[in-house]
């Protein structure tokens, strides 16, 4: 039984709890999850089962969605409703516009500061093990996209908010930023994830589901790699280069950049053949050279975003 299935995680649990719930209840060898979610959190958790372990990072791409809210005039330690009142401030008479203008100036290209109760680790540790003894240490800055804002609901103190982000995109620092620059403080006092890479709210299933309700919201591993391909760069192959794709490494002319160990998808007109992942670039040709990494049987599944997707070159048999 290989593929994903998107649980729509309680509040409560952590993300913990609802890969062992749905080991026991599968009997399944291996259970991962794909993205952490807080405890507190609520929404899309995609699940990887048995040997869709091995391709969790082919599967774990593309940006996240949220419906939050956020309290204004109070502070947390935590950054969120579970932690401990720091600080409590008037909230006033602050307009929706203004909060509208303090949202919508964070998106873009950021930096953000990881939160002390974070899963990010320091010399090994995770920063909230730190942060439970309380210790607190430096933490360097990372950037995250915010690609949109949007406000639903102000009731004071309280301000309904939904953000499309980059992977990594922490909305309780978000929060706690826009209550800085807004003069009153803020936390984030509810989450739920709608969204990750592909996975959505829609096709998200009851954790407590029986085995056959779980079983039926699988999606097999080779569709769900198709899914995530959409949002991956493509290198198109001709039919000469395509009929090689099963015999391992191979060369490409491509004017992409890559990173080390970067995953591409190899397409062969709307067809997704297989995954490789880039090794070097060659001298002086300029071409890239990739290893395949996993082989997609059964070419009558077709990506169903391919408008969407990055071609960065075409590679030919020769």
């Known amino acids: ?57 082919f599967l774990d791409v593309g940006g996240k969605g949220y419906a939050a809210v956020m309290k204004l005039g109070e502070e947390t330690d935590t950054q969120d409703a579970e932690g401990e009142v720091l600080k409590t401030s008037e909230v006033g008479s602050i307009e929706r516009a203004e909060i509208e203008d303090t949202l919508g100036s964070f998106v873009g290209t950021i930096e953000q500061t990881p939160p002390m ?31 949109s804002i949007a406000v639903s609901r102000v009731e004071l103190p309280f301000v309904d908010f939904s953000v499309e982000c980059s992977r990594g995109t922490y909305i309780r620092t978000l929060s706690v930023d826009a209550g800085a620059k807004l003069g009153a403080g803020a936390h984030l006092y509810r989450l739920r994830r709608t969204r990750s890479g592909t996975f959505t709210e829609a096709e998200a299933v009851d954790v407590q589901g029986s085995k056959e309700e779980l079983e039926a919201a699988l999606i097999p591993l080779e569709a769900a790699l198709v899914r995530s ?44 053949l297989a995954f490789a992942e880039y090794v070097s670039t060659g ?15 059964g070419g009558a599944v077709r990506s169903s975003n391919e408008g969407s997707a990055v071609k960065s070159g075409r590679a030919s048999g020769a």
């Not at 320091?122 to 915010?146: H, M, S, W």
């Not at 949002?231 to 004017?255: H, W, Y």
């Not at 950049?257 to 709307?270: A, I, N, Q």
């Open 229 to 272: 391909s959409a949002l991956i760069k493509g290198i198109e192959l001709d039919d000469s280069a395509a009929s090689k794709v099963a015999r391992g490494p191979f060369r490409a002319e491509t004017s992409e950049s890559f990173k080390p160990g970067e995953v591409v998808r190899l397409m062969h007109g709307v067809v997704v």
């Open 117 to 147: 109760y974070s899963s990010v680790k320091q010399g090994g540790v995770p920063l909230y093990k730190l942060a439970r003894k309380g210790v607190t240490v430096e933490r360097a800055a990372k950037e995250v996209d915010i690609y």
């Open 1 to 57: 039984m290989d593929g994903v299935i998107v649980v729509d995680k309680p509040s409560g649990w952590t993300s913990h709890d609802v890969v062992a719930k749905v080991k026991r209840t599968l009997k399944a060898k291996k259970v991962g999850h794909l993205g952490t979610l807080d405890p507190a959190a609520t929404g899309v958790l995609p699940l990887v089962v048995d040997g869709a372990t091995k391709f969790a990072r």
């Open 283 to 297: 001298e002086p040709s300029g071409s890239s050279e990739f290893n395949v990494v996993k082989v997609l049987y």
